[in-house]
């Protein structure tokens, strides 16, 4: 949680480019690994129960990451989609089939999850490619329909000629509706016969033999799968809509194993229909935009449809025949992260609008391998010219055989020497096997203490010396000041997190037992100065003894005295 609380800190100097083709580019290589960090901060932090000591860091993070990366981002893509009318850097959702479906040459699977946004897809990618049915992923962006909702975002992935949209937001492909499965499984048969459409619950619920039927003989099959929106749409469980990304990435790669496996698919397309925008803290009034003006439009909480533009201050209107090909019809959004006051549903996770989490949608190509793929762990060697030890410290060198991928995993190897009798006679040394370097290479000097005789008895006689000790009436008082509150706070989580590793580790040697243990952030820095420690010693003189003698008898076994 820490470690993802600092990196969101950090985009407190974040810079965003002006024109829509920069601001892309940085985003799908790096900016949407702010959004990644900000939904790991809570996921970690909603499982903790004592929240207090970590509230003013939770702050910070969430102010820096609203008020500098959402609103400096948003704002600036905003600017830049509405000066530039359209985006040429990569392709529309709209051209989803032609481009990425209809060219396929062998059956496709496309899953289609609701409110994946790009970063969680990334997650995706990055955990695909480490199983070893996959044999490639490539992940790559198109920009969604305005407004990016549910009903238009499903309608452009499917074949189509024309969307349009009635006075009553109802969505229709080709004058066919599209608003539920056997819909739009019939809209795909207008183009691919022995095309299908499948709820993703319901071909996990099925079994074998009748998810084979289910694809037998199809050549498209699109597999709907709904756990971020159907939880982030509801007051009630929109918080959760981060356990819900964190779900989602699990279930999606276990059905396509499970496709892999049961029906030999080996071709898999996952996209989204809309991203999203997630903020902890409560809108404030300031954010929301009246809707008393826009009575009989369309209104939901990030735009607002009708025929003429809406002139009202942080609005952008965009035209929605720009991008879905029919009738001519204005979609009003607001700019940067604001929302529309209206009625009903949350507000903490919206979608609808402009910005890049909610329009830049991922759309991640992956390929299966034919059959059961063996995984084996990289191997390692020995390549040091050295035959004969001479001295107490040789150097030896190693190396890691091949690089990992797919196939060959990461591999921890402990590295040591041991006598005729088969006893360990040296230290040991770890060697982690998970370099990716195409040379797979990893050389590092080794040194293995010839003399482990003497060190391994000394550990043992220090050992048991130690577990003869009781330390108690242990009394910590430690303040912690900072720069300012956020800082004190950051620092006092950090200092949590370090001595209570130190203090677990130290109970393996001998007993604790604290009077005391009080971390105190100093907001004021009255306390500098102040901190204390004491304790108290205790040991068994008897045990001691046994450990004494029993040092004696191993080094005298070992010829060393």
């Known amino acids: 949680m820490l470690e993802m609380a600092c990196r969101v800190i950090e985009i407190v100097g974040y810079r965003c480019p002006e024109d829509t083709a920069a601001i892309i580019k940085q ?84 899953i289609i999850s609701d409110a994946l946004r790009y970063e969680t897809a990334a997650e995706l990618a990055d955990i695909l490619s480490e199983d070893e049915k996959c044999g490639g992923v490539h992940l790559d962006v198109m920009y969604g329909v ?10 452009a992935l499917l074949p189509h000629g024309m969307i349009e949209i009635d006075d009553n937001f109802k969505v229709s492909v080709d004058g066919r509706p599209c608003d ?68 989602s990435v699990n279930e999606i790669r276990r059905i396509v194993r499970r496709l892999t496996e049961d029906v030999s698919a080996r071709h898999f397309i996952i996209t989204a229909d809309h991203g999203f925008i997630y903020k902890r803290d409560r809108i404030g009034e300031y954010d929301k935009i009246s809707g008393r003006e826009l009575k009989g439009f369309y209104v939901g909480k990030r735009y607002v449809i009708g025929r003429d533009p809406i002139e009202a201050e942080g609005v952008k209107n965009y035209e929605i025949s720009a991008s879905l090909g029919g009738r001519s019809l204005n979609v009003a959004v607001p700019s940067g992260t604001s929302i529309f006051k209206t009625a009903g549903g949350g507000q903490n996770y919206v979608h609808g609008g402009t910005s890049p989490q909610e329009m830049l949608i991922p759309v991640l190509d992956v390929r299966t391998a034919a059959g059961h793929q063996e995984t084996r762990p990289a191997a390692i060697d020995f390549i040091s010219t050295m035959k004969k030890i001479t001295s107490l410290a040789p150097s030896l ?65 220090m050992g048991k010396v130690l577990a003869a000790l009781r330390v108690h009436h242990i009394r910590v008082y430690l303040p912690v000041h900072g720069q300012d509150a956020a800082a004190t706070a950051l620092a006092v ?59 004696l008898v191993r080094l005298k076994k070992q010829h060393v005295i």
């Open 27 to 110: 985003y799908t290589e790096n900016d949407y690994k702010y959004d990644y960090c900000y939904r790991k901060f809570y996921d970690y932090y909603d499982r903790i129960e004592a929240r207090t000591d970590f509230e003013t860091l939770r702050e910070r993070a969430e102010n820096i990451y609203t008020n500098i990366y959402l609103d400096r981002l948003t704002v600036s893509w905003s600017n830049a989609l509405c000066a530039e009318k359209s985006i040429e850097a990569i392709p529309g959702q709209e051209r989803f089939y032609r481009r990425c479906v209809a060219p396929a040459k062998e059956r496709v699977v496309v």
């Open 146 to 155: 305005l407004p990016s909702v549910t009903k238009l975002g499903m309608a």
């Open 180 to 247: 539920t499965l056997s819909q739009r499984e019939a809209v795909l048969q207008s183009e691919v016969p022995n095309g299908r459409c499948l709820q993703y619950d319901d071909v996990m619920a099925a079994k074998r033999e009748e998810v084979r039927t289910m694809f037998g003989n199809k050549e498209v099959v699109y597999v709907y799968h709904n756990q971020i929106d159907a939880r982030g749409d509801k007051a009630n469980t929109e918080n959760e809509v981060f356990s819900a990304c964190a779900e």
């Open 397 to 461: 060198e190693f190396y890691q055989m091949e690089p990992v991928t797919d196939v060959v995993k990461e591999a921890v190897y402990k590295l040591f020497f041991i006598s005729e009798d088969n006893e360990k006679i040296s230290n040991e040394v770890t060697f982690e096997a998970k370099s990716r370097a195409p040379e797979a290479e990893k050389r590092f000097e080794l040194t293995l203490d010839a003399v482990r005789g003497i060190a391994g008895t000394a550990g043992g006689f």
């Open 493 to 551: 989580g950090r200092l949590h997190a370090v001595l209570g590793a130190a203090l677990g580790a130290l109970q393996n040697f001998f007993r604790l037992e604290f009077a005391q243990y009080e971390l105190e952030p100093d907001y004021t820095g009255e306390n500098a100065g102040k901190a204390f420690f004491s304790c108290k010693i205790t040991a068994h003189a008897i045990i001691m003894l046994i450990a004494c003698i029993w040092a």
